[in-house]
């Protein structure tokens, strides 16, 4: 009994379970290796690929060609008809900014901003114009018959007839009144109506009047208020002489001096301290405005630039990721799938139960829904890119091009980024254009608030050609300035409404609008700031995350390495490596999340300070230089064997090609 119950010490019994072990090591190892033998010539070098798929690491266009070849093999309608395109970050990038209607529509207001500074200038322009006319007068003889009463004759006495009677005894006298005392007559006529001629128009002995006018007049306005007009005309009009008819001597003549010409000159100006005068009179104002409304619409278009680039790059990582995710599920079902063949044989071989086989059906039944909702993810993150882009959205995009951006981190110096976000941004420009412009509206109003003082001051002089002008235009205008007639005007005029409330109002309502704008602007920079520190927090997270994952992705990757091993050597069962896969699977999809994030997050703080525009610019003439030298068009127009092709018909080929429309609005030699 004491031999029995004796005990032994702790380190003794360890010693002697290891030695124990040692000795039955030979002989495990000799087992599992036999059974992983076994279990190898039951799954076939199919399910060996499986797993290896697993962890395989494709190349892009790898990638690609698995989602295009497992999508001709799949049974899902949606994927029917479908036509595949790839597409890199930089022809997405590119393609909404010449499609995109958003983009279109900023353009068109940033020219119309530019049409309305042009506008608003040309108040400035000098404004000539010219008329000429010709004018004809003449008055034509037309003579009337009428009835005229006529009194009777009566016979001549001495008196009447002044002693002439025995001459012609028949006579009509007149009255005192008349200039006429009377008519005599050769025979009798009796007291009645009679037909007479009467002279209803009688044209001049001169002949018809003309004459031809011509003016034009010069007319401008200056910033500061004042306004200078300048006129000229010329005449030219024939003037005739005649001698009294009832001159022996009756002539009608021509002078020869038909031409005359007339000036004006004018000038009005506000006086200094009224209302119009200085930098921001009314025209002044008006110009400043829309030099900055202009410049306002120039940041507003590349704020909607840096805009659209973002929701492109932000979608376009979306596909990335729709892409990759889908892959790797992809993956996990051809492996369920290969599992379930491999169950299935070691289930007719006896080897596993049914209840095994069922939860590897199931579990191969759960990463077809898994798959199918892969490609949903995918499909919507390609129509979400095509819809940005303003191209097809029937069309599938496949993403290429991307590896070397994923490996390419963004760096930005968080105190320059956060002090450039609080004054270089679009938005921070366009508050302080904002604020300038609520400026020069409230100088303006002030200057509405003083009286309105305007003096005006204009000189004329005219030739006359009433008797005698000049013979030629050129004499005529030559003598302009030594003329018949001067007349020199000048006026003062004063307006001042009592109390001048309503400019007082409007000062101090544009004012307080200033006063607004000013607080905005600094709302602005602190919004901005607060975005810019953002986004580098969640960038430095994304990185912190992405590590993270990363690391667990690695460990996923050893456990199912380690799986894979215990499977062989049948230490477990078929559903225990499947879920296995599931959580390599699930360990990807976070690894490929967590990149993803990264470069989102670089985009979000490349958009903060405004900086995808012109990072986008530089990319597109990096292309179009590639295209130049890389394309086999370019190879063959170097080599002599066929004529160049014009660079913007090869940009034009590849954004066909992408099914993008593209359109060259300007090219130059040197690739600007």
Known sequence: MNRLFHSTPA??????????????????????VAAGVAVTALSGTAATKALDAISLSRTEQESNTLIRERAEESLLTFLKGRTWKTLSLE????????????LKQSSIRSRIAALLEKETEAVFDPVLSFSANHSKSETFDRE?????????????????????????????????????????YDQFRPAGYYKATVQASEAPVTGPTQSATFAFSLTKSLPWGATFVWNQT?????????????????????????????????????????????????????LQQAQLNRESG????????????????????????????????????????????????????????????????????????????????????????????????DGLYLPTGYSQDMETPVTYDAAST???????????????????????????ARTQDRPDLDLSISLSG????????????????????????????????????????????????????????????????????????????SLASARNQTEIMNERLRLAQRAHAKASRMLSLERITDYEYIVQGNDLLTARRNAILAKISVKKAESELLAVLGDLAPRYEDRALAAESRLRHDTPEQQHALSGNAPPVPIEDQIAARMREMGAPYRIESWNGDGS
Request: glycine share 6%; net charge positive; charged share 20%.
């Open 91 to 102: 022809d997405a990038a590119l393609t909404a900014l010449t499609s995109n209607i958003s």
């Open 234 to 286: 010329h005449i030219y009009k024939r003037t005739y002489w005649s001698l009294h008819p009832s001159s022996d001597n009756f002539k009608v003549g021509y002078y020869g001096r038909p031409w005359t010409a007339s000036f004006g000159a004018s000038f009005s100006m506000p006086l200094p301290f009224s209302q119009n005068f200085g930098p921001y009179s009314t025209l002044d104002s008006a």
């Open 418 to 444: 956060i002090a450039r976000a609080q004054k270089e941004t679009p938005s921070a420009r366009m508050g302080a254009l904002a604020t300038k412009t609520a400026e020069v509206s409230y100088q303006a």
């Open 298 to 393: 120039d940041i507003s278009h590349r704020e909607t630039q840096n805009t659209i680039l973002k929701q492109v790059e932000q979608a376009y990582w979306d596909l990335v990721s729709a892409t990759r995710i889908l892959e790797a599920t992809i993956d996990l079902t051809i492996h369920a799938d290969s599992m379930v063949a491999r169950t299935k044989r070691l289930f007719d071989a006896g080897r596993v139960t049914a209840y095994t086989q069922a939860q590897v059906d199931a579990e191969q039944a759960r990463m077809q829904g898994e798959e199918t909702g892969a490609w949903n993810n995918y499909i919507t993150a390609s129509i979400a890119l095509a819809r940005l882009m303003g191209t097809d959205v």
């Open 144 to 184: 009337l018959e009428v009835m005229k009463w006529k009194s009777a004759t009566v016979g001549c006495t001495s008196t009447d007839c002044d002693g002439v009677g025995d001459a012609s005894p028949l006579c009509v006298t007149y009255g005192t009144s008349s200039p006429i005392t009377y008519l005599r």
């Open 11 to 32: 380190g003794s019994r360890t010693a002697d379970m290891k030695r124990k072990h040692e000795r039955r090591r030979p002989m495990l190892i000799t087992m599992l």
């Open 462 to 537: 005219s030739q006359s050609n009433s008797l005698f002008g000049y013979q030629s235009f050129g004499r005529s205008t030559s003598k302009m300035f030594d003329p018949d007639t001067v007349s020199v005007t000048g006026s003062l005029s004063y307006v001042y409404p009592i109390l001048n409330r309503s400019a007082s109002a409007n000062r101090e309502q544009v004012r307080l609008a200033r006063d607004k704008r000013i607080l905005d602007e600094q709302g602005i920079a602190n919004r901005n700031r607060r975005l810019a520190t953002n986004a580098h927090v």
